[in-house]
Nanobody, 124 residues
Framework: QVQLVESGGGLVQAGGSLRLSCAASGRTFSSYNMGWFRQAPGKEREFVTAISQNSGRTYYASSVKGRFTISRDNAKNMVYVQMNSLKPEDTAVYYC?????????????????WGQGTQVTVSS
């Protein structure tokens, strides 16, 4: 069982930056691939970025590539996403998720555990 708690969301102006954090419970954190998804009002949840168990692989949605950077610290049971050059269309609730079934980062159903989400609002 893994519990995930996101933090770091908030209100920022376009062009600004935020760093989201996800704290995971449990001693098996390093065995999980970790992903971030987001859901904007009136839209379906979409993949943002993911990182493999040992940070050897990362993957980004085309909409955030070059602006967002995912990282993790297995010693601290933490995963982060640094979000730069934020745009109003990045406004959404951001969710952290954990997957131990394999590396198919964009497949939402692969993720076993989810956090409650943190709101990111980017004003124009």
């Amino acid at each position: 069982q893994v519990q995930l708690v996101e933090s770091g969301g908030g209100l920022v102006q376009a062009g600004g930056s935020l760093r989201l954090s996800c704290a995971a419970s449990g001693r098996t954190f390093s065995s999980y691939n970790m992903g971030w998804f987001r859901q904007a009002p009136g839209k379906e949840r979409e993949f943002v970025t993911a990182i493999s168990q040992n940070s050897g692989r990362t993957y980004y949605a085309s909409s955030v590539k070059g602006r967002f950077t995912i990282s993790r610290d297995n010693a601290k049971n933490m995963v982060y996403v640094q979000m730069n050059s934020l745009k109003p269309e990045d406004t959404a609730v951001y969710y952290c998720a954990a997957d131990r079934t394999g590396w198919r980062p964009v497949v939402e159903d692969e993720y076993e555990y989810w956090g409650q989400g943190t709101q990111v609002t980017v004003s124009s």
